[in-house]
């Protein structure tokens, strides 16, 4: 098996015309938007130039809101680290604290309290599916882990909007 492989038969198009795309990260495979096949050096560089390299891929925002009521030392603001991706998706780090937002080897979305968390796929709040690629802000069932078990929690939510994030913790805390 290659690394990387179309996520369904080609039915006899090029590599060009394919549009959905898998890595294998040596364990499993995982569909990613971000790959593409482009047929010459001057639709790359169009592409780049123009951004239109990831098309229908939401934006990866470089500020995240964590509203976790089970876990409330891990809520707040999580700032996207740059130059680093874990498993080809990228990492927030908890501003003022020690919360981590990372994608896991079986490709859910973690929050660990801990980077090393990170290196072992360990954490305390997890998304209840794979991710598929969507960013943590578009996952709507998260659960958290206590005494061995997951138990899946509503009140969970990741958002790219401070002002809903204020809000809901506001409430939160008037409870």
Same mark, same amino acid.
């Given at each position: 098996?290659?690394?990387?492989?179309?996520?369904?038969?080609h039915?006899?198009?090029?590599? *060009?015309e $394919?549009?959905?795309w898998?890595?294998?990260?040596?364990?499993?495979?995982?569909?990613?938007?971000?790959i593409?096949?482009l047929?010459? +050096? &001057? %639709?790359?560089?169009l592409?780049a130039?123009?951004?239109?390299?990831?098309?229908?891929q939401p934006?990866?925002?470089?500020s995240?809101?964590?509203?976790?009521?089970p876990?409330?030392?891990?809520q707040? &603001?999580? +700032?996207?680290?740059? !130059?680093?991706?874990? +498993?080809?998706?990228p990492?927030w780090?908890q501003?003022?604290g &020690?919360?981590?937002?990372?994608? !896991? !080897?079986?490709?859910?979305?973690?929050? !660990?309290d801990?980077?090393a968390?990170?290196?072992v796929?360990?954490?305390?709040?997890?998304?209840t %599916? $794979?991710?598929?690629?969507?960013?943590?802000? %578009?996952?709507?069932?998260?659960q958290y882990?206590?005494?061995?078990?997951?138990?899946?929690d509503?009140?969970i939510?990741?958002t &790219?909007n401070?002002?809903? %994030?204020?809000s809901r913790?506001?409430? *939160?805390?008037?409870?």
């Amino acid at each position: 098996l290659g690394h990387i492989q179309s996520a369904e038969p080609h039915l006899g198009k090029g590599p *060009q015309e $394919v549009s959905s795309w898998q890595y294998h990260d040596g364990s499993a495979w995982h569909s990613d938007v971000s790959i593409q096949l482009l047929c010459s +050096r &001057e %639709a790359f560089d169009l592409a780049a130039s123009t951004k239109l390299l990831i098309p229908d891929q939401p934006a990866s925002h470089s500020s995240l809101w964590l509203l976790a009521p089970p876990y409330v030392a891990l809520q707040g &603001e999580y +700032r996207k680290q740059e !130059t680093r991706k874990e +498993r080809g998706q990228p990492v927030w780090r908890q501003v003022g604290g &020690e919360g981590w937002i990372f994608s !896991t !080897t079986k490709g859910r979305w973690f929050v !660990t309290d801990g980077e090393a968390g990170i290196a072992v796929n360990g954490g305390v709040l997890a998304s209840t %599916a $794979v991710h598929n690629g969507s960013p943590p802000q %578009a996952i709507q069932q998260w659960q958290y882990f206590y005494e061995g078990h997951w138990h899946p929690d509503a009140s969970i939510v990741i958002t &790219e909007n401070q002002a809903e %994030a204020e809000s809901r913790l506001a409430e *939160q805390q008037a409870e």
